[in-house]
């Protein structure tokens, strides 16, 4: 199954420190999301980028978030300087639009986040 | 912000029942599509209804549109046990944005 890669599924990390997720899009999907889950909560827009171009940011994500998409296929999402309120569920999508058929898009398992 | 309202926000058939949801969402949309999440996992992809259809089915899912209300709804036919899970619908803004707004979810339980 190719479908989205996310890595690492699970990460613990001490409040202050750095935390950087990968995320490998379907093969030939020119338009990747990234978005933040918490419990009981739908997934929360944070960016999006079509091939390596970063074209949409969220107010959610602050100064300490930045994402990138070097050569237009697989994307990091590092978060500096973490906070107890980052915990949650970063999800990963990627789609190729089709003006026929719109635009499906795959989310990946999603990588989950605790700030302790 | 959530653009998107699930209606119920819990549902609880028995198995063999049919499950409806609803999402009501605010501004023009390009399309709509419904999710299910089994808990602690990513989201699964099922319909993808455009603004210019009405209706769409999957196997035993039927999606509607009515964009004059700016509603959609979630039917799934003969539940089974395996059909428990969160059911989000995500709506695609016409208004020069990228990003798919999600609902808070409707989490469904099938018992059987």
């Known amino acids: 199954d190719t479908g989205v890669s996310q890595d690492p599924r699970h990460k613990i990390t001490k409040r202050g420190q750095n935390v950087t997720f990968r995320c490998d899009p379907i093969?030939?999907?020119?338009?990747l999301y990234w978005y933040r889950q918490t419990l009981g909560q739908g997934p929360e827009f944070l960016t999006y980028f079509q091939n390596e171009a970063q074209l949409e940011k969220s107010r959610l994500l602050s100064d300490r978030f930045s994402a990138e998409r070097p050569k237009g296929s697989f994307s990091t999402l590092e978060i500096q300087r973490t906070e107890q309120g980052d915990s949650a569920m970063y999800l990963c999508?990627?789609?190729?639009?089709?003006?026929?058929?719109?635009?499906?898009?795959?989310f990946g398992e999603g990588s989950w986040l605790t700030v302790v | 912000s959530q653009q998107g309202e699930e209606d119920p926000q819990a549902l609880s058939i028995q198995e063999g029942e049919n499950a409806t949801m609803n999402c009501s969402y605010k501004t023009s949309i390009n399309n709509l599509q419904w999710y299910r999440q089994n808990s602690g996992r990513g989201l699964v992809h099922l319909i993808l209804?455009?603004?210019?259809?009405r209706e769409k089915h999957s196997g035993r899912l039927r999606v509607t549109l009515d964009t004059s209300k700016k509603s959609s709804s979630l039917l799934i036919t003969a539940s089974r046990a395996a059909d428990t899970a969160s059911y989000f619908c995500a709506t695609a803004p016409t208004s020069g944005t990228y990003k798919y707004i999600f609902g808070t979810g409707t989490r469904l339980k099938v018992l059987a």
């Open positions: 209804i455009r603004s210019n259809e």
């Open positions: 093969s030939e999907h020119n338009r």
């Open positions: 999508a990627s789609s190729f639009y089709r003006h026929s058929s719109g635009n499906t898009i795959y």
